[in-house]
């Protein structure tokens, strides 16, 4: 009992210091002995101090008094003013419960309860809480918690990093929220009175642009560039502050969805598809490294990998889906080849065999923290045992089919695991013979040159093939087609910088044509099938063999297009890719012409990326020069086909319109484009190519 301040007093507050002790004290932290029971007057009571008086219903026995000084105490334990338990009452007072003497406190938010900001306000009435409410022993936890909540961590378990963690990640959430919802919002590129073309009959839009007209896109640009920022901070700060920042990233961004309703072709960092599987890339590895490196208490080490778990991945990120189910440093398979005591890495579990497998980034940790400590024996032990697809030998034949070959568990071959980019760098690797000097695919701007023999186009297109067969992302990818056509029209010596020197290909008589495909079906049923087949040694290792592996190359992309096309999103880069070998675009688009449907929707969607990429055309045009620009338009409108027709007017539009961004345009061959005559050419088309040439005329 605390001393008292005046002799008059009533009743003497006893506090119990056990919150759980609901029987004895009737759910209240206090205990009240009536008045009646004390001595009223001060000198009676101090000449009686020393007798008792007897409680015997409580069985207390107070043998002194003064008044109590009043404590702290949780708003349903006062006893100035009544409370009326409820269980989720949130929004209005109950009865008295808003009433409040000086030392009440809101059991939600743990302070006075006339600092409590929601004490009254309608949706939440901290006035209500109470201890035997389950709602609001949640509203508590997550209060002391903030956002950590979302881990599972007891309030005993967080510390000052992991605190700080939280409150980083809930500043960073309110910035993603407005950017995601602005990223929603869309942008329209076309209005109904805009046209990009730069004459037209009659008002809104022509014929070509139709399509386009009042289209919305939606960049991811932004949300990027702020996901990013976040990712470099959390690359800063210490290891539990870092983890909480990027779980909670992955988690968010995990959640986003593409409004679009159908894929758009606007870069990596602006179509959500590629961006989200970049970031959680970037993510994942950085809590790789963590889990090896960071002493994590064991309980925590699994929270966190549990967490993950608990991320609803979309489609294109299921890659990751056991990227963090990294053993940890007393994992019995591991700690047994640490000790010596098992060299092969391999040991029976439940009448089957586990391997002690791990990725790159996971050997390239442990193999840092053991050589920090200085365990060497246990490295020596480890690299030996463990077992990972990752490494690049001098053969780079046989690195081939180590790195791009799936095997029978696909879930634990390279293969399955590739994203664009790494299969853009493995095919430039393996076609070159040369490796990126930087540590990781993204710092490639160097490259050690002929560290190996090249690999021969027969066995790249093959294991290519089987790659993107075994791994749906790449397969409907259009940058991984259209890498894998200027790999094959590229020649094998590599620039200083990675820059590739493209070829023009010579066009092999039509009866070659003929002969490739005809065995180009079956050779890609077997692939896609079996996996594995022996290339027709007449046809593809002969004098034109790469021209034989070009035309199998164009082959597979028209079925990838027949079943996958809406999956794409771009196809501009797939045409650009040809480069200067236009005889074999001829043979690709005259293969559409037999697939109306497939060939409107391709025609649509070169359309929309010359809109929305007119600066990388024009900068390539800059570049190729007005014979390539020339051919290019010539060979659109060669066709008879309207709709490939309309490709080369478009292609046309977009000279015109850029005309300071062209000055080699004037030297475009006018005499061969005036060789396109109706009724060759569509009434419209023919008078757009008119005007196109008038305009080039009077340069």
């Not at 046989?398 to 095919?427: D, H």
């Not at 087949?533 to 063999?545: I, K, R, T």
Request: hydrophobic content about 40%; aromatic content about 10%; proline content about 4%.
């Amino acid at each position: 009992m605390g001393p008292g301040k005046e002799a008059n007093e009533e009743s003497v507050i006893l506090i119990s210091d056990d919150e759980t002790d609901a029987e004895t004290t009737l759910g209240n932290s206090v205990v009240v002995i009536d008045s009646s029971d004390i001595q009223e007057d001060k000198s009676d009571l101090e000449e009686k101090k020393s007798e008792e008086i007897v409680d015997e219903e409580s069985g207390l026995v107070v043998t002194f008094c003064k008044k109590g000084m009043v404590m702290p105490h949780a708003r349903y334990d006062c006893m100035t003013h009544p409370f009326e338990r409820t269980e989720n009452e949130t929004c209005i007072p109950v009865k008295q419960n808003s009433d409040m003497c000086g030392q009440c406190y809101c059991y939600v938010c743990d302070k006075l309860a006339s600092e409590c900001q929601y004490w009254t306000t309608s949706s939440s009435c901290h006035c209500n809480a109470h201890n035997k409410s389950k709602f609001w022993k949640d509203q508590r936890n997550f209060t002391l918690t903030g956002v950590l909540i979302i881990f599972n961590l007891e309030p005993a378990e967080i510390d000052t990093d992991l605190r700080h963690g939280g409150e980083l990640l809930f500043k960073f959430l309110r910035e993603l929220s407005i950017k995601y919802n602005n990223y929603l919002s869309g942008e329209i590129v076309l209005s109904l009175q805009d046209c990009v073309c730069p004459s037209k009959q009659t008002p809104g839009p022509c014929s070509v642009c139709s399509r386009l007209q009042n289209e919305v896109i939606y960049r991811y640009s932004d949300v990027f560039n702020l996901v990013s920022l976040f990712i470099n901070k959390a690359e800063k700060e210490k290891p539990k502050t870092a983890a909480i920042m990027l779980l909670g990233a992955a988690r968010e961004i995990a959640l986003h969805k593409d409004p679009a309703q159908s894929w758009q072709n606007l870069g990596p960092s602006e179509s959500l598809k590629l961006a989200v599987p970049f970031l959680m890339s970037r993510i994942t590895k950085n809590l790789q490294r963590m889990l090896v490196l960071s002493d994590f208490p064991k309980q925590l080490y699994e929270k966190f990998i549990s967490f993950f778990q608990t991320i609803p991945l979309p489609p294109y990120c299921f890659k990751f889906t056991n990227c963090l189910n990294i053993p940890s440093w007393d994992h019995r398979l591991l700690t047994t080849v640490l000790k010596g005591q098992n060299i092969t890495g391999e040991q029976k579990k439940n009448g089957k065999k586990e391997f002690l497998w791990e990725v790159l980034n996971v050997v390239k940790a442990r193999t840092e923290k053991m050589e920090s400590m200085g365990r060497y024996k246990e490295l020596v032990r480890y690299l030996k045992a463990v077992k990972c697809n990752e490494g690049v030998g001098g053969d780079f034949t046989s690195a081939a089919y180590a790195l791009l070959l799936p095997i029978n568990n696909l879930a634990c071959c390279t293969a399955c695991r590739l994203i664009p980019l790494e299969f853009e760098c493995y095919l430039k690797m393996f076609w070159t013979g040369s490796v990126p000097s930087g540590k990781d695919f993204q710092d490639s701007d160097e490259w050690i040159l002929n560290v190996g023999s090249p690999v021969k186009c027969c066995t790249l297109i093959k294991q290519a093939l089987r790659v993107l067969y075994n791994n749906q992302s790449l397969y409907r990818n259009s940058r991984c087609w259209s890498t894998l056509i200027t790999i094959l029209g590229s020649s094998p010596i590599l620039e200083q910088n990675g820059l590739l020197t493209t070829l023009t290909l010579r066009e092999p008589p039509s009866s070659f044509r003929q002969m490739v495909w005809d065995v180009s079906f079956g050779i890609l049923e077997e692939l896609r099938l079996k996996g594995n087949v022996s290339l027709p040694s007449n046809v593809f290792y002969g004098s034109l063999s790469l021209e034989a592996c070009f035309l199998l190359a164009i082959q597979a992309v028209l079925q990838m297009l027949i079943t996958d096309l809406p999956w794409l999103t771009s196809f501009l880069e797939i045409m650009l890719a040809f480069g200067k070998n236009f005889w074999a675009l001829k043979l690709f688009l005259e293969g559409l012409l037999y697939r109306m449907p497939v060939l409107h929707d391709v025609v649509s969607m070169i359309t929309r990326d010359l809109n929305y990429q007119k600066n990388t055309l024009l900068k390539l045009w800059q570049t190729l020069g007005p014979d390539y620009v020339g051919e290019l338009l010539c060979l659109f409108l060669s066709f008879r086909n309207s709709q490939l027709q309309s490709v080369g007017i478009f292609l046309s539009h977009v000279v015109i319109e850029n005309l300071n961004q062209c000055p080699w345009a004037k030297s475009l061959d006018i005499f061969r484009l005036k060789a396109f005559k109706r009724p060759h050419l569509e009434t419209a088309n023919h008078l757009q190519l008119n005007k196109f040439v008038s305009i080039l005329e009077n340069l």
